[in-house]
């Protein structure tokens, strides 16, 4: 797992649902290069020609709410994203990013305290955000068991360790 | 109740609250999804399911399939289910939105761990059970160990008192909730519903209520177990796995809503969010292009009827298309030899097999930019029904069927 990375962000508000990160229209696709092309076209159509790997979205409260599709994570990790930070998130799009190693930290207003387009770094091991002018933001370290998939690589890579009997 | 369900499904005497355990799930369910958990499945390693006896499985996303993607999604879903011996395996023709199939088919019994690969998997925790809702890698996981974590809810208690006006009901009641508490005031919570207007709804509207609390983003959405319940278990052929489940009197909640509906009329959630809920009074003549019944949420065989109820030898408004899709071929089934199918005909709607389809923008019957839909579904975030300029309107069976007749929002009080 990188645990230190550093991108530059795009803002996002309230509720940003997993119909805005990725339309039911393109859930019959089984490639995330697909998927990839229209994350996020409900809210802004020409978001997947302005990224760049190891861009960061931030948003605020109750991110991927809405549907199970795991095709939300997957379109944005395909993307290039590296991370997604938000006030809080919807439970289902939690479990799924972290189960497919994509990295989602709640660092509770960090939406209000930085531009679009800064270049922010996240360090998940100190549990901090470090902004432009190089003051830091804490975020409340991940549970144990969280932690543990994420070294893992995800929850395929976790559950084959585990039946194998090994530690990870 | 949540945490009563989760100790026996973790082994434990009692769970408390933040606690993370391993729930032994009890049973596991399965749309279109399945098809992205196979290569997570495979790469596990363990080749055959944990139980297939345990799993129930149909398509509903797509049914039948619109285009050749789908349909070799449909195949590997299909070749998945024959070579693992799963017999509960629902295919086009027998199928159902999964959540009203799994309850309609007698799968669902108070006291389970009950998970599925859907948002809407809540709806089933009306049978007093825990049901909650994942995504394709962790149904891999649980088809390989038939665990999984999680982590014990704190619980809301909504306790709703009073008697609704004349063609109101259960989904009213939900908006109204949801509007009291936003669409993320119960994240990663439990909600259990009480109070006397709840014990008197039939399980066709308790459906509704645990169907909808994935709008308040809950992690479940419960009722106790009482005789309504266990009158259903009967008439689905599974009596004999009736238990009460319910609270303890003393029990604690993290939050108590007390909601009094006495006298209230059909509300309606607004664009853009489930959360956005006015009375109808608020939007009386809205114009529509479209009005669909369907969807998890409210499709069931009662709700056809109201439909049919309001429609009855009338004509929907002109320049008005209205879709009404059942929530299973069994409600199909039913509303065929009832005459319901006959009065959505001649009314000039359109009636179509079981799917979701529409609900979530996906086909038989996807929204053009501008266009103004009003739904008995359960989302209205921007591009939910199709394009994102399209707006849509979440309300009752009745409002929907009212509307459409009169081309605008319209109570069907009045008529």
Redo the contacts between chains.
Sequence with gaps: METRLSGRVWKFGDDISTDHIIAGRYLGSMESNVLAEHAMENVDPNFSKKVKPGDIVVARANFGCGSSREQAPIALQALGISCVIADTFARIFYRNSINIGFLVIECPGLRDRVEEGDAITVDVSAGHVVLPSGETLAFPPYPPNILAILEAGGLVSKVRADLAGRVT | MAEKILARASGSESVRPGQ?VDGQVDLLYMHE?L??AIK?FE????GKVWDPAKCVVTVD??VPPP?E??AR?HQSIREFCWAQGIERFHDVGDHGIIHQLVVERGYVHPGELVIG???H?NMAGAMGAFAA??????T??VL??GKL?LKVPESLRVQVRGTLSRRTGAKDVILKVIQTTG??GA??KAVEFHGATIQAFPMNERFVLSNMTTEM?A?AGMLPSDDTTRTYLEEVGAGDAFRPVDSDPNARFLKTYDIDVDGMGPQVACPN?PANVKPIEDVIGTKIDMAFVGSCTNARIQDLRATAEILKGEMIAPRVRMIVTPASQGIYRQAVKEGLAQIFLESGATFTSSTCGPC???HMG?LAPKEVCISSTN?N????M?S?EAQVYLASPYTVAASALYGEITDPRGL
């Design positions: 993370i999804m098809a992205l997570p790469e596990i390693g363990v996303h797509w285009n993607q789908i999604m690969c859907d948002s998997t809702g994942i995504g394709a890698t962790e891999a996981a390989a160990t974590w669409d993320d994240a990663y983003g992690k969010n979530f923008g996906g996807v989302r975030y921007p591009g939910r199709g994102p």
